[in-house]
């Protein structure tokens, strides 16, 4: 579905950023709100100001002093002034120093302070009415004491005309700028997230197997780790089919064999008469039965050890050295009828790893079934827990014909097996035990045994601490 289509959805790229733009601004226009009626209020109260001033001087100039008596006379000019705007009252009053005299309103509201020479301006309310006053003490020839105390007050129709005004001459622009911006950025945010859709149509291209890396170049700086551990992604995956398709195959390749044993030894007893000739097809069917079997359980665990199958959830603090005692033991009883000695040695008490239980029983287990099946009758097989550098070590040593050194790498191949060995076996218990020891990040050596007889099989764990942490850090 097209980024243009998700109006509704309120969970999209586009939307949230839209959001932390618009809210951001949003407030910040309610404080440029605020700050314009701060700034008009400021600009309305000078034009008033200035008027009272000017009033003030207009009407000193109209007091005359006639023998020894003052008088106001206010001309016809100066009433024209007063009266110019029909939309205010002024009211005024003059009075002398000692209040000798007195003109124009009575009882006109003082300043909160005293009256200086300094014009005092300030808000009061005359006759019900809001009003923008002044108040100062100003001299003038005019009068014997030189001295005259104005006050003067005008009402306030224009001042919050003139508020008014600032205010919708500056927020419409405000408004227009916060949706232009609105606009932008969910234009921008679109055409930003065009790579993604081209990435989007081409990933719909693709088939199922196509798992090629995506291209980085073509994203901006910010999308690239994102994309960087997409192909990661891809490429492990692409790793872990490849480890599936070849072990079909292989697997598929080994059973053929044993099937087709059984299905041609069925087919044979089918056309013998002669009972000691028909036990032995049966005999023959119940060993490639058995082959077959072990094959599959082989597979089975192989698959299950394959590196990235198990999650972390699986991985526990175990004690080594118990759970080799507890597999050992169960492989006593095998080693009686083949007359070997099967021994266990304890050199830690505990050795406590992380490790899937399971998992390093099965090791373990074809481990011990290795060294058995290979070892001559009235041989030795040791199963040994170690110390070494803080580390736990897990040995299996027997003093069988051993490995030649320069087959002993490839005998950790899948269905690898030794010439001349002529024991039944399907060449994959140690690569369940190289598979199992990766998966536990272990070291596995491969070496000679006792006086160079034999093979030693050593297998080396992190310590249970370095464990958790590396563990904890997935």
């Known amino acids: 579905m097209s980024l243009y ?42 034009v008033h100001d200035r008027f009272l001033l000017h009033t003030s001087k207009i009407l000193l100039d109209q007091l005359r002093t006639h023998e020894d008596r003052v008088e106001f006379n206010l001309h016809e000019g100066a009433l024209n002034m007063l009266s110019s705007d029909n939309q205010d009252k002024v009211y005024y009053q003059l009075s002398g120093w000692q209040q000798e005299y007195r003109f124009g309103s009575p009882a006109l509201p003082l300043p909160p302070g005293e009256v200086g020479a300094t014009p005092v301006y300030y808000q009061a309310e005359y006759q019900g009415q809001p009003v923008r006053m002044m108040a100062a003490i100003m001299p003038t020839t005019s009068v014997a004491s030189g001295r005259v105390t104005v006050l003067i007050a005008k009402t306030l129709v224009l001042h919050a005309e003139h508020v008014q005004e600032w205010i919708w001459r500056v927020l419409p622009a405000q408004f227009m700028l916060i949706l232009f911006a609105g606009v932008a950025v969910w234009w921008g945010v679109g055409r930003g997230l065009k ?3 081209q990435l989007r149509d081409e990933l719909t291209r693709r088939s199922s197997l196509d798992l090629s890396p995506l291209p980085e170049n073509e994203i901006v700086a910010e999308l690239r780790p994102l994309i960087r ?35 041609a030894q069925a087919e044979l007893a089918l056309f013998l008469e002669d009972p000691s000739e028909i036990r032995h097809s049966l005999r023959q069917i119940e060993r490639g039965a058995d082959h077959a079997a072990h094959l599959a359980n082989q597979l089975l665990v192989l698959a299950r050890s394959e590196h990235g199958t198990q999650n972390q959830a699986s991985m526990v603090e175990l004690d080594l050295a118990a759970l080799a005692r507890n597999v050992t033991e169960n492989w006593v009883q095998k080693a009686i009828i083949n007359k070997i000695d099967l021994g266990f040695e304890d050199g830690v008490g505990r050795g406590s790893v992380i490790g899937n239980t399971l998992l390093l029983g099965e090791m373990l287990t074809n481990l011990i079934d290795n060294a058995l099946r290979y070892t001559q009758t009235g041989g030795q097989v040791t199963v040994r827990i170690a110390s070494q550098d803080e580390a736990v070590v897990l040995e299996v040593e027997d003093n069988g014909p051993g490995i030649p050194e320069g087959e002993r790498e490839r005998v950790f191949e899948r269905f690898y097996r030794v010439l001349g060995t002529n024991k039944d076996g399907c060449g994959l218990g140690l690569a369940i035990v190289r598979e199992i020891a990766d998966r536990h990040e272990a070291q596995v050596f491969l070496s000679s045994g006792a006086d160079g007889v034999g093979m030693l099989m050593r297998i080396r764990f992190r310590p249970a ?10």
């Open 5 to 46: 289509k998700c109006w509704f959805d309120t969970n999209t790229l586009r939307q949230k950023l839209l959001r932390w733009v618009m809210i951001p601004m949003t407030v910040l226009l309610l404080i440029n709100v605020v700050l314009i009626y701060q700034f008009s209020l400021v600009s309305a109260n000078h």
């Open 195 to 197: 790579p993604l859709l």
């Open 229 to 263: 551990g997409f192909n990661e992604l891809m490429e492990r995956l692409d790793d872990s089919m490849e480890v599936q398709l070849r072990f079909v195959a292989d697997a598929a390749h080994q059973l053929r064999t044993p099937l087709s044993g059984l299905k």
């Open 465 to 474: 601490s370095m464990g958790r942490e590396n563990l904890a850090s997935r």
